[in-house]
């Protein structure tokens, strides 16, 4: 947690109105969303001018949230982002610790600029480009960090229904509706006063998980189709080229959960989606697993990512096959 000394240093900034600019990784999930809005939604309580830019585009599933029409979006509007970043007098990055989460485009920009920033993050190994780093690997997601801080400042009280429903969403789709091992008893306390302040954690439920399309079913079925097993290494994987994904009419966010199926099976202590993008010329990969299997140290090691002990993303720039073939003889050299 953020020092006494740092807490009343923020909060004498927040004091008087600011520009202020929060920004979250790309590609960015319910907790990054949610973590950016809710700040997004109680700063401008304390009359700041508040712009949150995500580095891409954002999945559908969490279009419903308040005020994502007004997501600056980097890789689109750079002309309309550069300037906003430039004149910030605060940066809020949340649920990244390392400015190459953004991506190489708004990297190259991050690294120029000399504002204050303030990073809010649960991931390992933060980098030190921020003035004030409130960074903690024992919370289960960004979104109740976000809680915590605001409640630190002293402003429990602005806690509305907006910013209650964001918090929520980010808890629910990181803890993995409550039972990821990082779910505490902290964590049911939260979310008890997220739903006591307006948070309808039914409709939320709805909002993000009943929300599938004939072809994003028929993609699942497909990738279910491609999961390989390997019981003597206790891992299994799955693939889904770019072919496959736009035979479904792939949507953005359409993979989201997949890669838990995989860590389903009896017996399984590691898994992998391997997701091939054209476009960027990468395979896109996502890790889970459980007990002592570290996949963010895995991920670092070999696959230029990151994340936590038992979810990290990475990336390859091999092809499908040749990703998926390092990931079981990597896993048999240090089986």
């Not at 990181?174 to 902290?186: A, C, I, Q, V, Y």
Request: aromatic share 10%; proline share 3%.
């Amino acid at each position: 947690m953020l020092n006494n000394i740092e807490i009343t240093e923020i909060k004498e900034l927040l004091s008087s109105p600011k520009k202020i600019t929060i920004i979250s990784h790309r590609n960015p999930d319910g907790d990054a969303m949610g973590s950016s809005l809710g700040l997004l939604h109680f700063l401008k309580q304390l009359n700041h001018e508040v712009v949150y830019i995500s580095p891409n585009e954002y999945p559908d599933f969490l279009a419903w949230l308040p005020e994502t029409n007004k997501v600056v979006i980097f890789e689109r509007e750079y002309d309309k982002a550069l300037p906003i970043l430039q004149n910030s007098d605060i940066i809020f990055t949340l649920d990244f610790n390392a400015l190459h989460r953004t991506g190489d485009a708004m990297q190259k920009t991050l690294d120029t600029l000399t504002n204050l920033m303030i990073m809010i993050d649960h991931h390992q190994l933060p980098d030190d480009y921020a003035k004030y780093t409130f960074s903690d690997v024992t919370y289960g997601s960004t979104c109740q960090m976000v809680y915590d801080f605001i409640n630190t400042l002293g402003y429990n009280d602005l806690i509305n229904t907006e910013i209650a429903s964001c918090l929520y969403t980010g808890i629910v789709t990181d803890s993995g509706s409550f039972r990821f091992p990082k779910t505490t008893s902290e964590t049911h306390i939260c979310v008890a006063d997220l739903i006591e302040k307006g948070a309808n954690n039914s409709q939320i439920h709805s909002a993000l998980f009943d929300n599938s399309s004939y072809a994003r079913l028929q993609l699942l079925g497909k990738a279910l189709q491609n999961l390989k097993v390997f019981p003597e290494l206790n891992a299994s994987y799955i693939t889904l080229s770019q072919e496959e994904l736009d035979s479904f009419d792939y949507k953005k966010g359409d993979t989201e959960g997949i890669v838990n199926y995989g860590l389903s099976i009896e017996g399984i202590l590691v898994t992998a989606i391997f997701i091939e993008n054209k476009e960027e010329g990468i395979i896109k990969i996502s890790f889970r697993s459980q007990g002592g299997f570290d996949v963010n140290e895995f991920a670092r090691n070999h696959f230029q990512g990151g994340g936590h002990i038992n979810a990290a993303g990475g990336k390859s720039f091999s092809s499908l096959e040749e990703t998926a073939k390092q990931f079981i003889t990597i896993l048999a050299k240090e089986n």
